[in-house]
């Protein structure tokens, strides 16, 4: 078959896409700086502490940089999608949100954990998923994962879903 005039690519296995989520070196160094802060405790943490630090906080701001970035040249690209991607960047959040209220609300949560609840629900995987595809999926298209999440998504819930929503769980928990 094709995709717009290019012959189609084979789709990724489960299995790739699996390996690739859990072989990746920020993952793997989460999950081991997890284990070994785990087995030294206070002791390991003092020693980390040059690492985990101020040297920490400057490569994350490195890091979120260099996705900004990304982010801001693939949105032109998003014009000429299909509206529904749009819609679904938009409203997506808005329908998890609402979703996790009616959970907390089954679960008797406290607003503050209702609210949070909703937030993370409405969030989309703004590091760890575009990190993962950029390397897993090469022929997936940049503008929708960069795009939709960084450029559509985020600004949107730390501007009005985040009141929104801790609004919402203050009077209906």
């Not at 920020?26 to 690492?51: S, Y």
């Not at 940089?65 to 040249?73: F, P, V, Y």
């Not at 209702?114 to 989309?124: C, D, I, K, N």
């Amino acid at each position: 078959g094709t995709l717009g005039g290019q012959p189609a690519k084979p789709a990724a296995s489960m299995g790739n896409i699996l390996h690739e989520s859990f072989t990746d070196g920020a993952q793997l160094l989460l999950l081991g700086a997890m284990a070994v802060g785990l087995i030294t405790g206070d002791g390991g943490k003092t020693a980390m502490q040059p690492f985990t630090g101020d040297l920490f906080k400057g490569m994350l701001s490195f890091f979120l940089l260099d996705m900004g970035l990304m982010a801001a040249r693939n949105l032109p690209q998003i014009r000429g999608k299909s509206p529904v991607l749009i819609a679904y960047a938009v409203l997506g959040p808005m329908v998890h949100a609402g979703l996790a209220l009616g959970l907390a609300f089954l679960l008797n949560l406290p607003a503050g954990d209702g609210a949070l609840l909703m937030v993370l629900a409405a969030s989309a995987s703004y590091i760890a998923v575009p990190a993962v595809l950029r390397y897993a999926l090469p022929e997936a298209n940049p503008s929708l994962y960069f795009g939709l999440s960084l450029g559509v998504t985020f600004p949107l819930n730390l501007l009005f879903g985040i009141p929104i929503y801790t609004a919402l769980a203050q009077a209906l928990l």
